[in-house]
């Protein structure tokens, strides 16, 4: 069994989890976490719609939500603030409105995107914690916790 | 993105020094490096490059800008605004394209469109037709 580390979409804690899940529940937060890469063809209006995983909203996909990913490719609609652990990118299909938040950006020549953006490496959660990091930082906890 | 901003030393006309302090307006046709400071504004239908040393606090109007530098400002470009992995720009960017290259950050309004950037357009007047996302900033979406 493959191990990934992920960020909880909802707390943004460190969470190991198995690399075929689809989703797990956070052990930090009690929430449950979609893990699986989402390809998004359709028309989805949810107020939050998220994967500690890659998004990629096709040409066919309009979505009006507030989406978190861990890389987000946009070729359709999107309407809605976004935060992505390490890439955007906006192909020249797409139309994007809202706010984006991530490591980086790309608007390929012919994209439409209007909204305010937060790039750069320091705007966004670490997307992958070392094992020992975070090994480390539970032993800090713990050692707080006891003491 | 295959095609990127040339800025090769030849290229350009203006090149404000590293050890220079320019404060004022600049408005002339050709493309300018910045290597040292500039405060003020620029204008050209050429391109215009912030070298990584550079800094620049100002409204700038051009054909194409290359960040490697800091630029506190607004940015508007006929065609594309790059930011590469050295850069830090807090502002707005109205342009047809936009490069923000991984490592470069960037905070601010942005407007991006191949009708956005086009010449003549004013550079402060939101795009027809669309408002100002009602939403507050992203932080939001984090719970
Ligand atoms: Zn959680």
Do not use: W
Request: aromatic fraction near 4%.
């Amino acid at each position: 069994m493959a191990v990934r580390h992920i960020l909880c979409t909802q707390c943004d804690l460190p969470l190991d989890v198995d690399e075929t899940a689809k989703s797990v529940n956070c052990r930090h937060c009690n929430t449950r976490v979609i893990t699986e890469a989402m390809v998004v063809a359709e028309y989805v209006a949810v107020r939050r719609f998220a994967t500690a995983n890659r998004m990629r909203i096709t040409k066919k996909g309009i979505v009006y939500a507030a989406v978190r990913a861990d890389a987000l490719e946009v070729e359709g609609v999107l309407q809605g603030d976004v935060v992505s652990l390490s890439s955007i990118r906006i192909a020249k299909s797409a139309q994007v409105k809202g706010s984006l938040r991530g490591a980086s950006l790309s608007l390929e020549p012919g994209a439409t995107f209007v909204g305010d953006v937060a790039i750069g490496p320091e705007q966004v959660p670490r997307a992958e914690p070392t094992v020992d990091g975070a090994l480390a930082r539970e032993a800090a906890a713990r050692e707080a916790a006891g003491r | 993105m295959a095609d990127s901003i040339s800025t090769k030393p030849e290229e350009f006309t203006t090149v404000i020094g590293p050890d220079a302090q320019f404060k004022g307006e600049l408005t002339f046709q050709g493309a300018v490096r910045v290597d040292g400071q500039f405060e003020g504004s620029i204008q050209t239908s050429g391109k215009v490059f912030v070298s990584k040393g550079g800094k620049l606090k100002a409204e700038v109007k051009s054909g194409s800008v290359a960040l490697e530098g800091q630029v506190d400002g607004n940015l508007t470009a006929d065609d594309r605004v790059e930011l590469r992995a050295t850069a830090q720009l807090r502002g707005d960017v109205r342009a047809a394209k936009l490069l923000v290259v991984e490592g470069a950050s960037f905070v601010g309004r942005c407007e991006v469109g191949p009708n956005l950037g086009a010449p003549g357009a004013p550079a402060t007047r939101p795009a027809d037709g669309v408002a100002r996302p009602a939403a507050p900033p992203v932080a939001a979406a984090r719970h």
